[in-house]
């Protein structure tokens, strides 16, 4: 399998530094790190979306918008259409209708803004999540982070119990309805309950895309955690359950330490991260 690495979103945080650790002015840079997969036999694999074609044409509809005006404030965020995974998979002269399967590690609005633009495909999520995303939502952050207008016009959920084989230690649900055992769910609640990462089999070894169970390139492959004041506090902001969220963070961070030869962890919104998985770089 040949995996593509894609940043479907940008956010510029006033902030700088405090966001990403790196930038000098007062905006910082997060990133929407998004996989497509290429596989023989099951067509392309999508994990994650970031912002779609709607997003970008129609942030704000009224009444219910398609990201609200607190977050894109909050967050900053820039929308182009060249950065959404549709124009990305056409530039490498795929069709949307290429694009089979999307694995969703959860369905916040900066990681489902493209399940519509791929309307053939199946959407591959937790039973929670799910449920979660599409119930009633109770508090400012479910009001802001699960939009509707998303998700609205998805045809084809698949979606799946928390219960599965273990995959180094973690609960893993495999033999997803289509895709190879090569590609599997792993559980990871905390910033919402039914949050998933995603591992992919490599030649080489495994990739695990985290989603959002960690934001900093610091929070990983070292003995202890290391995240800026920005970010750290977004995640808070964001979470569901704080000893769930640090516990399987914990968790991951001893699996990138101890297993650093066979698995390689990454998250969704750390640049750096991104631009080392695009060149080829260690993490």
């Known amino acids: 399998m040949k995996i593509h690495h894609l940043n479907c979103g940008t956010d510029c945080p006033i902030g700088g530094a405090l966001f990403d650790g790196r930038s000098l002015g007062p905006l910082g840079r997060i990133v929407c790190h ?8 099951h067509g392309l694999v999508l994990v994650d979306t970031g912002y779609g074609l709607r997003d970008v044409a129609h942030p704000h509809e009224h009444p219910q918008p398609r990201i609200t005006l607190p977050w894109r404030m909050m967050l900053n965020i820039r929308l182009h259409e060249r950065d959404t995974a549709i124009r990305q998979v056409e530039a490498l002269g795929y069709r949307a209708s290429d694009v089979r399967h999307i694995i969703a590690t959860h369905l916040d609005f900066d990681h489902a803004g493209g399940l519509e633009d791929f309307p053939q495909a199946k959407v591959h999520v937790m039973q929670r999540e799910y449920d979660d995303a599409t119930g009633p939502r109770e508090g400012i952050v479910a009001r802001n982070r699960w939009r509707t207008r998303q998700l609205n016009d998805v045809a084809q959920w698949r979606r799946y119990g928390a219960s599965g084989e273990p995959w180094f230690g973690f609960d893993a649900v495999r033999d997803l309805d289509g895709l190879p055992p090569d590609i599997l769910l792993v559980p990871l609640p ?7 990462g995603v591992a992919v089999r490599r030649k080489d070894g495994w990739l695990l895309h985290a989603g959002d169970a960690y934001f900093y390139r610091g929070e990983m492959r070292g003995a202890r955690r290391r995240c800026t004041p920005g970010l750290r506090a977004y995640q808070r902001l964001m979470e569901v359950d704080v000893t769930s969220r640090l516990d399987n963070q914990a968790r991951l961070r001893r699996l990138s330490v101890e297993r650093r030869d066979e698995i ?5 919104h750390d640049p750096v991260e991104l631009e080392r998985c695009q060149s080829g770089c260690p993490l």
């Open 190 to 196: 905390g910033h919402t309950w039914g949050h998933a």
């Open 34 to 41: 998004c996989l497509l997969i290429e596989t023989r036999a």
């Open 264 to 268: 390689t962890v990454t998250c969704t």
